[in-house]
């Protein structure tokens, strides 16, 4: 009796941690979002800036490319900030995944249902393994 709340006890922790960690994943990658958000208003303040100069010197007969280059770099960096933030959260998915998948097992039933470790029956089919 002993073993079996040894086991159930090793099952609630099992899950505890993978809860935990589920809910850092989605808390890093919601803060990532948010950042990526920020990021994008300030491009589209930019953006606005830059349409708003250069149709300003239009009107006034001289375009001065030394200030529009300085916008467009402005904006340029602010893409590569975003840019970089979305492959930190494309990394920290794939890192997820990759953890999830590692306590899986690669054993399969006769009947083509995948088996976890340990288990001495098929939850499919029933079949003992």
Not at 69 to 82: A, D, G, N, P, R
């Amino acid at each position: 009796m002993a073993d079996f709340f040894d086991k159930l006890k090793d099952t609630i922790n099992k899950g505890v941690a993978t809860a935990s960690a589920l809910t850092q994943e989605l808390i890093d990658t919601t803060k990532l979002k948010s950042d990526i958000c920020a990021l994008e208003a300030q491009k589209k303040k930019l953006l606005t800036d830059l349409g708003e100069l250069a149709h300003e010197m239009i009107q006034n007969g001289a375009i001065d490319e030394g200030k529009l280059q300085v916008k467009s770099s402005e904006i340029q960096e602010l893409t590569v900030q975003i840019r970089s933030l979305e492959d930190s959260i494309v990394q920290h998915q794939n890192k997820s995944n990759e953890s999830s998948d590692a306590g899986k097992s690669s054993v399969k039933c006769s009947c083509g249902a995948d088996l976890a470790a340990g288990v001495k029956f098929c939850g499919s089919c029933g079949a003992k393994t």
